[in-house]
């Protein structure tokens, strides 16, 4: 379960960029596909004020074909759509791309609109013309540059006075705990025998009792291998592939791991370039393309130590002491432990352990950004034993308006790791 600490660092970085102006302009024009890409167009523009550019194709449309080949890689347009936000959706995919299309009165192919914003009226620029000449490369760049409209940015919000470390850590401790009630309300519906949420744990049914944290916890360590075959394993080094849903872009993940607490993730993702996040047992850092170099301090490097832990996943008693039951919830035909953990650094998570194979299949926390607390949803599967010990080849972390996929190539255990990887560039 490491591999969560590097999606989530993944995650501050996205939160990161989607807050600088200038590095959200320079992934354009990254084009975005289908419903779930105009979503989030729709979000990053109305965050950056910008033109919005939504282009309607086809697979079998001639003309589609010549506008993707010709115009839209002619250097000229690139930079007539540089500072605009970009999505293309081809209405024959889905429900819900055919009624963005109805909601545009799209009836032929292309249709090239760009508009202010979603509720202006949009301006169909056509380089086909019937009858006629048509448009150069460069005349329809030119014509769709007389169309954008460059809105002035949002002025910065004035930057606030410093907070202590106490009083950010006590702010900090305040906004997850109000992220989390929302998660915890929202599944309180399909929860079964749940206890209110600061009584004790409600007694335990002759017919289908509860069982303890302490046999939830012994199954799970069972389930992933046992101590004995994890105490075996000295390093590990995994690569895989991270994708962004509702976009083209994609990236190489390579993560390493030396016992008994050293890591560092190596990641290519587009726009973001490499992003690197290590940590040597003593200082946690990160560098980027486009996030610059940090260095965690308080309360970010306590958390990132813990969870730099080797052997965290057999220690989930000790790193969560206020572990507890309360409930069950069903999900299809599978049903799920929900309980509530509080870590000894950090905000309290809710995990989901499977009730037949015992396996801890998923976890609900809050991330801070520069947004604020944030929810996130990490999701383990396709488990797959790899040296004696269970590993999720799938994670996926979902956010408001950003889901990360990550699948795992290969996995090598007890491979010779430089302890000079893990330091500070």
Known sequence: MKLSRFLLSLLVAAVFISTTK????????????GATGYARALEVQRELNVSLVVYFYTDWCPYCRTLDDQYLRDPSVHRALQRTVVVRI??????????????????????????????????DVQPFRKGGNHLTPQQFARTCEEVITFLPMPKPTPRKETPTDESRESLERANNRAVMNATRQTRSAQMTEV?????????????????SMDVILSKYVDAIGGKEAHARLKSRVSTGRIELSGSDSWGELNIYAKAPNKSLTVMNVQPMGQVKHGYDGCTAWSLGDTIGAHTLSGAALSRFSTDADFYRELKLGELYPGMRLIGTVKEKDREFYLVEAFPTVGSEEIMYFEVQSGLLTGRDLTQQTSRGPIRVEMRYSDWREVDGVKLPFKITQSMPNLKFVFTVRDVKHNVPVDDKLFEKP
Do not use: C
């Open 195 to 211: 206890p209110p949420v600061n009584a004790a744990p409600a007694p335990k049914s002759k017919s289908n009792p509860l069982p």
């Open 22 to 33: 200038p590095s959200v302009y320079a992934q354009y024009p990254k084009w975005l596909h």
């Open 90 to 123: 081809n209405p024959e995919y889905g429900v819900e791309e055919r009624r963005i299309a109805d909601r545009y009165g799209v009836t032929g192919y292309p249709t090239f609109l760009i508009m202010d914003n979603e509720s202006a009226r949009p301006r």
